[in-house]
């Protein structure tokens, strides 16, 4: 069955940039119409969209963050980076990648705690 | 700022009937595009429930059901059990700004 899992830095210093990798099985970005997508939610706050990239390396951003984030693949690993520029100790969250397939996020990793903090 | 606003809670007796509003716009649930709903039970990730407005992914009880109409979605759940105490989130494409995927505000289920 599918399977993602997050991995990078707990804890990360303002203003540094967070790396995250997301290692997925059991399918290809290579295929046409899979996605894997990027969700971020803060302790005890909703979920936040933050970037999707598509088989074709189509990329969408969240716009209020678009700034600061790039996504990539590499297909041959199987994997997803995600980084996010300039970070701030408002962006401490749980963060998810997650498989997308026509428009929805099916299944999520586990997800991955980030802190932010000097 | 999520485009997509639910009530923040809702409850229910054991065996009751809920429902959670998704409340969009012309520019998301109003031009079409789908609606997903999650289920994130305490301490883990959200867990697709309803794909494509309607629909119920294998494993997932007949008790929950999609609606969509207008701008806006509904997800109910009929003969609420203990079990389904967690919060739910809505989500869609909205195509302004460029396009990209929304989720909504959240909603805390309680059983009571």
């Known amino acids: 069955q599918i399977t993602l899992k997050e991995s990078g830095p707990t804890l990360v210093k303002p203003p540094q940039t967070l790396t995250l990798t997301c290692t997925f099985s059991?399918?290809?970005?290579?295929?046409?119409?899979?996605?894997v997508g990027w969700i971020r939610q803060p302790p005890g706050k909703a979920l936040e969209w933050l970037a999707l990239?598509?088989?074709?390396?189509?990329?969408r951003y969240s716009p209020s963050l678009k700034t600061r984030l790039t996504i990539t693949k590499d297909t041959s690993k199987n994997q997803v980076v995600l980084t996010m520029t300039n970070m701030d100790p408002v962006d401490t969250a749980t963060y998810y990648c997650?498989?997308?397939?026509?428009?929805?996020?099916?299944?999520w990793g586990q997800g991955t705690l980030v802190i932010v903090s000097s | 700022q999520s485009v997509l606003t639910q009530p923040p809670s809702v409850s229910g007796a054991p065996g009751q009937r809920v429902t959670i509003s998704c409340t969009g716009s012309?520019?998301?649930?109003?031009?079409?595009?789908?609606v997903h709903w999650y289920q994130q039970l305490p301490g883990t990730a959200p867990k697709l429930l309803i794909y494509?407005?309607?629909n119920r992914p294998s494993g997932v009880p007949d008790r929950f059901s999609g609606s969509k109409s207008g701008t806006s979605a509904s997800l109910a759940i009929t003969g609420l059990q203990a079990e389904d105490e967690a919060d739910y989130y809505c989500?869609?494409?909205?195509?302004?700004?460029?396009?990209?995927?929304?989720f909504g505000t959240g909603t805390k289920v309680t059983v009571l």
């Open positions: 997650a498989y997308s397939l026509l428009g929805g996020f099916d299944p």
């Open positions: 494509g407005n309607t």
């Open positions: 990239i598509y088989w074709d390396n189509d990329k």
């Open positions: 059991a399918f290809s970005l290579s295929i046409s119409g899979v996605g």
């Open positions: 989500q869609s494409f909205d195509s302004s700004l460029g396009g990209s995927f929304v």
């Open positions: 012309s520019s998301n649930i109003g031009a079409g595009y789908d």
